[in-house]
């Protein structure tokens, strides 16, 4: 299983890259024997973001590292183990950019 780099999303496997259902961001695989692919996750684990301000999240002020705006949809993912706290996600309100914030 291998997560984006970009948005935390869980990855699928095309060929020799891991693509991002979410984002689209693409890495190559590397040495296969690495990696167990699975056939889908559960429906629960998806968060369609594809359209954030028709899905109801909630927005906040925070700093786009991409465009500079001072706005950005947002939501919360458990995706490591669950002693430790989950991942906000954001989303920009003006180009749509995708970035994380984990506490570590």
Not at 12 to 37: I, L, M, N
């Amino acid at each position: 299983m291998e997560f984006c780099d970009e948005c935390g999303s869980m990855m699928r496997a095309e060929d020799d890259f891991w693509v991002c259902t979410s984002c689209g961001h693409e890495q190559p695989k590397g040495d296969a024997a690495q990696y167990t692919v699975t056939e889908g996750q559960e429906e629960t684990e998806i968060v369609d973001v594809s359209d954030a301000e028709d899905r109801g999240l909630p927005s906040t002020k925070t700093f786009c590292p991409e465009c500079g705006n001072d706005r950005a949809y947002y939501y919360m993912q458990q995706i490591r183990s669950a002693d430790e706290s989950e991942t906000r996600f954001f989303i920009c309100t003006e180009c749509e950019h995708r970035w994380r914030e984990d506490d570590n």
